[in-house]
C-alpha cells in the first residue's frame, strides 16, 4: 500500500480540510515528512492528536499570510514525542501571535504551551504571547532563547 492510499483509508472531514488549506498554499512544510506527521501517519507508535490538527487548521485560517510547519513528531521527552506538538516558522509570528496568544483563543483551541521570545519581534515584554498549561506564563532565559527561530505550540493531553 502506498503512503497516499493508507492516508486516505483514516480521511476525516478535518483531514480534507487541512489537505485543502495544503493544496492552496496556506499550510507549508519545511519538510515533506511533516505533511505526512500533521495527516496523522504513525511515526515510532505516535500519531498526531485530533486537537493538534484543529489547532493548526485554526492557525491556517486565522494567520493573515501562510503558515510554515518546521517540526511535529520527534524523539526526545516532551510534548512532541507524544503528537501534541507543532513549531511553526517565526516569520508570521507579529501578525498572527496577536490573534491567538490570549486567554479565549487558548481556551477555546485547548492549547496548552505557547512559546516564542516576542523581544526577536521588538516586544519588551518577551513573554508577551507565552503560555502553559493553559495560562499566561513566563519563561526563563533558557527556554526564550529556544524559542526565537520557530513558534511552539502544543495541545493539551485528554484522558
Ligand atoms: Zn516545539
Known amino acids: 500500500m502506498t503512503r497516499s492510499q493508507e492516508i486516505d483509508v483514516t480521511e476525516n472531514s478535518l483531514v480534507g480540510e487541512l489537505k485543502k488549506h495544503i493544496g492552496a498554499g496556506r499550510i507549508r ?13 504513525e511515526i515510532n507508535g505516535v500519531t498526531v492528536t485530533e486537537d493538534l490538527q484543529v489547532l493548526v487548521l485554526e492557525l491556517s485560517k486565522l494567520s493573515p499570510r501562510p503558515i510554515t510547519i518546521t517540526s511535529v513528531i520527534r524523539g526526545g521527552r516532551g510534548h512532541h514525542s507524544l503528537g501534541r506538538a507543532v513549531d ?3 516569520d508570521v509570528a507579529p501578525v498572527l501571535l496577536p490573534l491567538i496568544g490570549t486567554p479565549d483563543p487558548v481556551e477555546r483551541l485547548s492549547i496548552d504551551e505557547l512559546i516564542f521570545d516576542a523581544g526577536t519581534v521588538g516586544k519588551t515584554n518577551r513573554n ?23 513558534i511552539h505550540f502544543s495541545v493539551r493531553h485528554r484522558g
Open 29 to 41: 512544510f519545511q519538510q515533506e515528512r511533516h505533511t505526512d506527521h500533521l495527516l496523522g501517519m
Open 88 to 90: 511553526l516558522n517565526e
Open 128 to 150: 508577551l504571547w507565552n503560555f502553559d498549561r493553559g495560562k499566561p506564563h513566563s519563561y526563563g532565559e533558557t527556554t526564550l532563547a529556544q524559542h526565537r527561530n520557530h
